[in-house]
T-cell receptor, first 114, second 114 residues
Framework: LAKTTQPISMDSYEGQEVNITCSHN???????ITWYQQFPSQGPRFIIQ???TKVTNEVASLFIPADRKSSTLSLPRVSLSDTAVYYC???????????????FGAGTRLAVHP | GAGVSQSPRYKVAKRGQDVALRCDPI?????LFWYQQALGQGPEFLTY????????KSGLPSDRFFAERPEGSVSTLKIQRTQQEDSAVYLC????????????FGSGTRLTVV
């Protein structure tokens, strides 16, 4: 399973755009890149998944360069409620059948300040 | 139910005591996972069920840990002779067989061994 590396922590201010980059040099051809968000005292929650180029949903955007060795989660105009831990995962699609054991790293602790 | 329910939310156990943690997955969800999350770390895989069959228990840290899902719905994670290093949040996640909507995590049970 491909290993991921992401910053331990980041700080931002309300209204700013936050970009969290994840490195996954050994990503396999069939691997997807998935980001989860975890608030204190809650379980992780799916944010976004992508395979290549750019994916956007109502919460975030995910940018994946052509070599797929890294990816960047972009959160537009963050608010205090975006303070959470963000995990980058690499592996099978979250939405395909079959066994998929999620492998989490330590994640990035994002603190949004007023 | 609407989400994955875990009980109790908090559990304090004296060292050496046995504990049982319960997970009620979303109705109809075939797959069920248990994860252990130490303070400041990402969740770590413990075990996986497909219906009542425990297909992967490679993450269980010792033979003091035991999980079951006898009727393919509710699951129980049992820890015998608890040790201080067992203190963590225990998360349960479930999904449909085809994972059309991905994984849903519960809020976890915070176990503190004193």
């Amino acid at each position: 399973l491909a290993k991921t590396t992401q910053p331990i922590s980041m700080d931002s201010y309300e209204g700013q755009e936050v970009n969290i980059t994840c490195s996954h040099n050994n990503i396999a051809t069939n691997d997807y890149i998935t980001w989860y968000q975890q608030f204190p005292s809650q379980g992780p929650r799916f944010i976004i998944q992508g395979y290549k180029t750019k994916v956007t949903n109502e919460v975030a955007s995910l940018f994946i360069p052509a070599d797929r060795k890294s990816s960047t989660l972009s959160l537009p105009r963050v608010s205090l409620s975006d303070t959470a831990v963000y995990y980058c995962l690499v592996g099978a699609s979250m939405f395909s059948g079959g066994y998929n054991k999620l492998i989490f790293g330590a994640g990035t602790r994002l603190a949004v300040h007023p | 139910g609407a989400g994955v329910s875990q009980s109790p939310r908090y559990k304090v156990a004296k060292r050496g005591q046995d504990v049982a943690l319960r997970c009620d997955p979303i109705s109809g969800h075939v797959s069920l996972f248990w994860y252990q999350q130490a303070l400041g770390q990402g969740p770590e895989f413990l075990t996986y069920f497909q219906n009542e069959a425990q297909l992967d228990k490679s993450g269980l840290p010792s033979d003091r840990f035991f999980a079951e899902r006898p009727e393919g719905s509710v699951s129980t994670l049992k820890i015998q002779r608890t040790q201080q290093e067992d203190s963590a949040v225990y998360l349960c996640a479930s999904s449909l067989e085809d994972r059309e909507h991905g994984y849903t995590f519960g809020s976890g049970t915070r176990l503190t061994v004193v």
